[in-house]
């Protein structure tokens, strides 16, 4: 079991994600403003951050750079998630402090897959990529 933070606005997708999460037996922390995102992160101790990228007030790249600048947490694995995959965005998301990424509308078992990589203290960054399944 894993203590994971999953911030994103869109209640539909924070349900579907943390119902996946709690399913793999893992404990989550919701998250939908993403304004409260680094508080919540301090007081939760978690083992992985997983983010939106698109996010109002604090975006996803600015909660990364957030949580990379913070003394407890800069090493806490990071995996965002996004509808907008552009070229070059993994280079992008990575310099923020992301280890992966994964893109919506998810593939339930590159999530899985990639939650469990990243929790095992793996090192990748996902595209949009469907050639595993
Ligand atoms: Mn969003």
Redesign the pocket.
């Known amino acids: 079991m894993a203590k994971i933070l999953v911030v994103?606005?869109?209640a539909l997708n924070i349900k579907l994600f943390c119902d996946l999460l709690t399913a793999h037996g893992h404990q989550t922390e919701p998250v939908t403003d993403s304004r409260d995102a680094l508080d919540a992160a301090r007081a939760f101790h978690p083992d992985l951050v997983i983010t939106?990228i698109?996010?109002p007030y604090v975006t996803g790249i600015e909660l990364m750079q957030q949580l990379r600048a913070d003394e407890e947490l800069k090493d806490v694995p990071i995996m965002a998630v996004t509808a907008y995959a552009a070229a070059g965005d993994d280079e992008r998301f990575r310099a923020a402090g992301a280890q992966a990424y994964v893109s919506k509308p998810i593939s339930v078992m590159r999530f899985a897959e990639t939650v469990d990589q990243l929790l095992e203290g793996g090192r990748l960054v996902e595209g949009s990529s469907q050639s595993s399944q």
């Open positions: 994103e606005d869109n939106d698109q996010l």
